[in-house]
């Protein structure tokens, strides 16, 4: 999850250049995140790390914080079925 959560930080710095979110941060409630921003984010995190966002997912505690993003994307990671 390191490494995830380091992408994600280099992903908000590139569109927050001047703040750096701190792990637990409320993205939301600092004003910065608007709802474009959201989907942004969405698309991001589904290239990304090769998950589908599927509408149950798309809760707003699922996307509050960068701890929040990584622990869904480890969910559905571990969810993904591979095949052999």
Same mark, same amino acid.
């Given at each position: ?7 994600? #930080?280099?992903? @908000? ?7 750096? $979110? %701190?792990?637990?941060? &409320? !993205? $939301?409630?600092?004003? $910065?995140?608007?709802? @474009?921003?959201? !989907?942004? @984010? ?7 790390? %090769? +998950?589908?966002?599927?509408?149950? *997912?798309? *809760?707003? &505690?699922? $996307?509050?914080? +960068?701890? =929040? +993003?990584? %622990? @869904?994307?480890? #969910?559905? =990671?571990? %969810? ?5």
């Amino acid at each position: 999850m390191p490494e995830t959560k380091q992408k994600l #930080r280099d992903f @908000l710095a590139r569109h927050f250049q001047n703040y750096a $979110f %701190g792990d637990d941060e &409320d !993205m $939301f409630a600092t004003n $910065f995140v608007n709802s @474009l921003f959201a !989907m942004e @984010l969405v698309i991001f995190v589904e290239r990304e790390f %090769g +998950i589908t966002i599927e509408n149950e *997912d798309l *809760d707003i &505690d699922n $996307f509050r914080s +960068i701890n =929040a +993003i990584a %622990g @869904l994307v480890e #969910r559905k =990671a571990a %969810g993904r079925v591979t095949a052999t």
